[in-house]
């Protein structure tokens, strides 16, 4: 969220470092992680499978972690010394990434509206993929859009 837009939570690359910074607080498992980030910016933004397990690989690749035996048969990772000393040595980058996701909770949008403007974008999406509207459709959708944006600006 730059910027006041909805987009990306993370510029290129930034989520690595996210990971890493929580994998040195203690060894977690995938979803762990995606469930910390949730929890650290309200719920405004959840990583999805698919953006956390091919970072953890490369995070792997690069020697920045390793897996570890875990009880519940989940994978976990742990830092490595590797990891640790480019963690050090990014130490800025991760403080103002942790910054930047504390501000979410504090004074970001909330995740309930978040939620809703993205439900309405979906539902635009889907509606006007399924073929060409009608005149009346068109007047319809806009005015509906046209009186929401009236009452949001009274609120």
């Given at each position: 969220?730059?910027?006041?837009?909805?987009?990306?939570?993370?510029?290129?690359?930034?989520l690595?470092?996210?990971?890493l910074g929580?994998i040195?607080?203690?060894?977690?498992?995938?979803?762990?992680?995606?469930?910390?980030?949730?929890?650290?910016?309200?719920?405004?933004?959840?990583?999805?499978?698919g953006?956390?397990?091919?970072?953890?690989?490369?995070?792997?690749?690069?020697g920045?972690?390793?897996?570890?035996?875990s009880?519940?048969?989940?994978?976990?990772?742990?830092?490595?010394?590797?990891g640790?000393?480019?963690?050090?040595?990014?130490?800025?980058?991760?403080?103002?990434?942790?910054a930047?996701?504390?501000?979410?909770?504090?004074?970001?949008?909330?995740?309930?509206i978040?939620?809703?403007?993205?439900?309405?974008?979906l539902?635009?999406?889907?509606?006007?993929?399924?073929?060409?509207?009608?005149?009346e459709q068109?007047?319809?959708?806009?005015?509906?859009?046209?009186r929401?944006?009236?009452?949001?600006?009274?609120?």
């Amino acid at each position: 969220m730059r910027g006041g837009r909805l987009g990306r939570f993370f510029e290129h690359g930034d989520l690595r470092f996210v990971v890493l910074g929580l994998i040195a607080e203690k060894p977690r498992h995938g979803y762990e992680i995606i469930k910390a980030i949730e929890d650290s910016v309200g719920g405004a933004y959840s990583p999805s499978p698919g953006t956390i397990y091919p970072t953890l690989t490369l995070l792997e690749e690069q020697g920045y972690i390793a897996m570890e035996a875990s009880e519940d048969s989940k994978k976990s990772y742990a830092m490595t010394p590797d990891g640790r000393a480019f963690l050090e040595t990014n130490r800025p980058i991760v403080d103002a990434l942790r910054a930047r996701m504390a501000t979410m909770t504090e004074d970001g949008p909330a995740p309930q509206i978040i939620r809703a403007m993205e439900n309405l974008k979906l539902a635009l999406r889907l509606r006007l993929g399924r073929g060409p509207l009608t005149g009346e459709q068109i007047a319809h959708i806009a005015e509906v859009l046209d009186r929401t944006a009236g009452e949001i600006e009274r609120s």
